[in-house]
């Protein structure tokens, strides 16, 4: 009964933790939706806005088109500023201090875009006229600080890519180099070859010289050998009739016997 009741406890507890972590990434889940709805929607607004201004620049006349000029124009800056911080932060962890800087930048553009927007809509026209030129030179102040920024990172990344191209062309020229190899060897390899070749014609002409020495002295011997030792051919060059028809030895024999002396009667009168 206590075994039973133990493993009662022990899933009654993983079904309360399974339902706790399911709770627990459902409300992470709901909270990244939602942040990055936020942002689809404030990038949204913000192209909006960046549209109506631009609408206003050219149909507005006056002060109204002068206050959206000088929106648009502090908003493209600090935009195009941290398109070009962000872009390169990848590559350049210093930049991060940058985009720090100019974080607090927008804080301050932000509240100069309030209050233009709030002059935008005065009725009086003195007050306008008061007021904008001390807020065209507080944008002017911030264009400049985030053009600056925008300029700097600009000329360091360039900067970066040179030296890295440099760097790269050295190392392709360098492998370049090293794939043409036998170009370095190409001299002493065609001198120990040409060497090669006049250490092997010397040694061939020796060789045939000694040939030739040994040729004629096998020549001279076999001369010498002919002179001593006529063979079995004539003198023509061509074997006698005896040693065709094998004749050669019974005639050799008759004519010994048909040289002894008579030893008969014969012999007394041919004696005198």
Known sequence: MDVFGVMIG?????????LVLAVVGTVKAAKAVAAKVEKHEANARRAVETATLKA??????????????????LRTSLDGTRQVLEGGLAQD???GESL????????????????LRVLE?????????AKLPELRERA?????????????????????????????????????????HW??????????????????????????GSAGVGGAAGAAGSSGGGAVRAGLTDGKGRPSAEDLLGL???????AQRLRKPSTGPSAGPSAS
């Not at 720090?100 to 301050?108: F, N, P, Q, S």
């Not at 809509?121 to 007050?127: S, V």
């Not at 060497?195 to 002409?205: D, L, V």
């Open 56 to 73: 206003k620049t050219y149909t507005k006349v006056g002060p109204p088109a002068q206050i959206a000029t000088v929106r648009l124009k």
């Open 93 to 95: 962890g210093q930049l």
């Open 100 to 115: 720090a800087l100019l974080t607090r930048l927008d804080a301050h553009a932000a509240e100069l875009d309030g209050e």
């Open 10 to 18: 022990l899933v009654l507890l993983f079904g309360i933790a399974t």
């Open 140 to 180: 002017e102040r911030i264009t400049h600080a985030a053009e600056t920024m925008r300029w700097a990172a600009q000329d360091r990344m360039h900067r970066f890519a040179d030296d890295e191209l440099s760097r790269l062309s050295q190392e392709c020229e360098s492998e370049a180099g090293a794939l043409r």
């Open 183 to 208: 170009d370095t060897g190409a001299g002493s390899g065609s001198a120990s070859g040409a060497a090669s070749g006049t250490a092997a014609a010397s040694a061939a002409a020796s060789g045939g």
């Open 121 to 129: 809509r005065e009725p009086d026209t003195a007050r306008i006229a």
């Open 248 to 254: 050669a030895d019974p005639l050799a024999k008759l």
